[in-house]
C-alpha cells in the first residue's frame, strides 16, 4: 500500500465573518437594499457549506448588529422576515448536515415570530456535532461583555484564572476563540463584533462585496490563514491557540 504523506494544514477551529456590501450590491444594480440582503442569503449558504465540508468547527456569521436598529424601518422588517424564512427553509437540511444552530445576541426586542423560529432551530439542531453555526443577531461586542461582566459580579466573580472564567459569562461560552476573521465589502474594522473572542484572531479583509463571494475566495482565506504565523505575544510560532494563550 502506498505510503501517503498528508501535509498538516492549520484549519481555523473558529471562522467569523462580517457579511458587508449586500446594500452596496444591490445599490450598483438599481435594486432595492433588501434584494442585496436576499442575494447575500445565497452567499451564506455557500459560505456555510463550503466552510462545513473543510471541516471548520465553528462559523460565527455577524447577520444583524445592535446598531443596524438605526436602519430604515422597512430595511429592518425586510431583513427580520428574510431571517423567518431562512431558518425555516435551511434547518432541515442543516439539521441532515449534521450542523447545530446557536444565535447570540439580544433578543429581546425581536418580533415574537422570529423569536420563537430562533428557539425551535436551536432545540432542533442541539444534538449536532459536525459543527456549529452561530449567527450573530442584535450582536454587539460590547453588549457581550456588559452582559458578561453584570452576570459574573452577580456570580460573586468566580474563578482563579479570572480570564478563562469570564469568558464562560459570554454568548459564545463553551466556544473557541476566533483564529480567522474575514470581512467583506472593502472596509478595514471590526464594527463591534467578537471584541473579546476575536482579540488574537487573524484578519482578513477582502474587497468582494458578499454577495459576490466565492468558494475559491474562501479557500483561498483559507490557505491566507494556514500561511499565517501566530505567536500571540510571544517570539516564536504557537501551535496551539489556546495552550499558548493559557500558558501566557
Ligand atoms: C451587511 O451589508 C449585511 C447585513 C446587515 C445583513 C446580512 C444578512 C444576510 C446576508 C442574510 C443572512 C441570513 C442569515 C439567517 C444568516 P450592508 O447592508 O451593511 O451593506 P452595505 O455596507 O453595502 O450597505
Known amino acids: 500500500m502506498p505510503v501517503t504523506h498528508k501535509v498538516p494544514q492549520a484549519l481555523p477551529a473558529h471562522v467569523a465573518i462580517i457579511m458587508d456590501g449586500n446594500g452596496r450590491w444591490a445599490e450598483a444594480r438599481g435594486q432595492q437594499r433588501a434584494d442585496g440582503h436576499r ?4 452567499a451564506t449558504r455557500l459560505a456555510v457549506r463550503f466552510l462545513a465540508e473543510q471541516g471548520v468547527r465553528t462559523l460565527t456569521l455577524f447577520a444583524f448588529s445592535s446598531e443596524n436598529w438605526g436602519r430604515p424601518r422597512e430595511e429592518v422588517e425586510a431583513l427580520f422576515e428574510l431571517f423567518v ?4 427553509a435551511e434547518l432541515p437540511e442543516l439539521v441532515e448536515r449534521g450542523i447545530a444552530l446557536r444565535f447570540i445576541g439580544d433578543r429581546a426586542s425581536f418580533p415574537p415570530d422570529l423569536q420563537t423560529r430562533m428557539s425551535e432551530a436551536e432545540q432542533a439542531s442541539a444534538d449536532n456535532d459536525r459543527m456549529c453555526l ?9 453588549w457581550d461583555i456588559v452582559q ?9 466573580a468566580p474563578g482563579a484564572d479570572a480570564e478563562s472564567d469570564f469568558a464562560d459569562y459570554l454568548s459564545t461560552a ?8 474575514i470581512r467583506t465589502g472593502g472596509e478595514r474594522r471590526i464594527s463591534n463584533f467578537l471584541l473579546w473572542q476575536a482579540a488574537y484572531a487573524e484578519l482578513l479583509f477582502i474587497d468582494t462585496f458578499w454577495p459576490d463571494v466565492t468558494a475559491d475566495e474562501l479557500r483561498q482565506g483559507l490557505t491566507w490563514y494556514a500561511s499565517r504565523q501566530r505567536r ?5 510560532p504557537a501551535e ?5 494563550v493559557r500558558d501566557a
Open 39 to 42: 442575494a447575500g442569503l445565497e
Open 240 to 244: 496551539d491557540a489556546r495552550e499558548a
Open 85 to 88: 424564512s431562512a431558518i425555516e
Open 174 to 181: 463553551g466556544l473557541p476563540d476566533v483564529d480567522l476573521l
Open 134 to 142: 452561530v449567527v450573530a443577531l442584535g450582536y454587539g461586542g460590547r
Open 232 to 236: 500571540f505575544g510571544r517570539v516564536r
Open 148 to 156: 458578561a461582566a453584570r452576570r459574573w459580579v452577580a456570580d460573586g
